[in-house]
């Protein structure tokens, strides 16, 4: 069975700080992983991707993936309240047939 | 227009109701997706649709059914639901021809079943 796997949370972080979040997921056929950010009543908007082993960085978001251990992570540099938000892992096999198989999301909050 | 359309946005049905929510996406993809988001639990992912054939249903009850007329459309049409039935249905697109199989998804509709 397909599973992706979040803590959580909420996890608080002080404004200005790094955010950390992390992922694991149990199928070895993943091959496309993203990070989407949900705020509150609101559609996931997709903000990172990443496919090969190691980091991605995309303005203050790092997105790090280790295949051998099935996890993959979330760097928030420089956090703002307006990072405040369930943040969901998700991965996708590659084939058309699989939708996104997603996780229950980290609700994140920064302090001001 | 842009991006993933949904309407309604809110929809509130009794069980013997008869009801369609409506996707339309505006950005020339060749996929789309229903998923379920409920409280607590992951979004669930219901049926897709590639190149308007429908390649996936995982195990929904048949008091949802799919339909998709066009790449650019997509409709679930609900009858007798029950009211654990009640969540944020939302839409999502994509290209499959692509490396980057990240969705676009749509703000939603918010199905309450009473």
């Known amino acids: 069975q397909k599973e992706v796997e979040q803590n959580s949370g909420p996890l608080s972080v002080p404004e200005g700080a790094i955010a950390s979040l992390n992922c694991t997921y149990s199928?070895?056929?993943?091959?496309?992983f993203f990070w989407y950010r949900q705020y509150s009543g609101k559609s996931p908007e997709l903000i990172m991707s990443?496919?090969?082993?190691g980091d991605k960085e995309d303005g203050r978001f790092t997105a790090q993936l280790n295949k051998a251990s099935q996890y993959v992570s979330l760097l928030i540099r420089d956090s703002q309240p307006s990072d405040s938000a369930t943040y969901l892992c998700?991965?996708?096999?590659?084939?058309?047939?699989?939708?996104?198989?997603f996780g229950k999301g980290t609700h994140l909050i920064i302090q001001p | 227009e842009t991006g993933v359309t949904q309407t309604p946005r809110h929809l509130v049905m009794g069980m013997t109701n008869k009801k369609s929510l409506k996707c339309e996406q505006h950005?020339?993809?060749?996929?789309m997706y229903w998923y379920k988001q409920s409280a607590k639990k992951p979004l669930e992912l219901m049926f897709v649709?590639?190149?308007?054939?429908?390649?996936e249903n995982n195990s929904v009850p048949s008091r949802f059914s799919p339909e998709c007329p066009n790449s650019s459309h997509l409709f679930l049409h609900l009858h007798t639901l029950q009211p654990e039935d009640s969540a944020l249905y939302l839409c999502?697109?994509?290209?499959?021809?692509?490396?980057?199989?990240?969705?676009?998804f749509g703000s939603g509709t918010r199905l309450t079943v009473v």
């Open positions: 999502a697109s994509s290209q499959e021809d692509r490396k980057n199989y990240g969705y676009t």
């Open positions: 199928d070895r056929g993943s091959q496309s």
């Open positions: 990443i496919y090969s082993n």
């Open positions: 998700c991965n996708h096999r590659g084939g058309g047939a699989d939708g996104l198989t």
């Open positions: 950005l020339g993809h060749n996929a």
């Open positions: 649709y590639n190149f308007k054939e429908q390649t």
